[in-house]
């Protein structure tokens, strides 16, 4: 069973830094692209960030620049590094896998940039 666990989502003033992790298991990790999607209110879920199980990496065009994925495969941990958050930021951040044509997604962590 797949499960994927997120943490450090918090409150953070415009302009600050979060780092957020997700620890998965039930799977071997690092055969696996993993992603970041977030989900502000009223609105649909969207790609942050992805990356692939050979480190290639990709990011919604509202993050570059500011967002940085990586992975630890050793720990089993994919991790988002976010700087010069914005109000537009806020949001809630869900880790995601896909095993075979199975979609898995984390409990989601609360991102909110206010000042």
């Known amino acids: 069973q797949v499960q994927l666990v997120e943490s450090g989502g918090g409150w953070v003033q415009p302009g600050g830094s979060l780092t957020l992790s997700c620890v998965a298991s039930?799977?071997?990790?690092?055969?696996?692209?993993m992603g970041w999607y977030r989900q502000a209110p009223g609105k649909e879920r969207e790609l942050v960030a992805r990356?692939?199980?050979?480190?290639?990496?990709n990011y919604a065009d509202s993050v570059k620049g500011r967002f940085a994925i990586s992975r630890d495969n050793a720990k089993n941990t994919v991790y988002l590094q976010m700087n010069r958050l914005m109000f537009e930021d806020t949001a809630v951040y869900y880790c995601n896998t896909m095993a075979v044509t199975t979609a898995y997604w984390g409990q989601g962590t609360q991102v909110t940039v206010s000042s």
């Open positions: 039930g799977m071997i990790f690092r055969n696996n692209a």
């Open positions: 990356i692939t199980n050979l480190g290639v990496t």
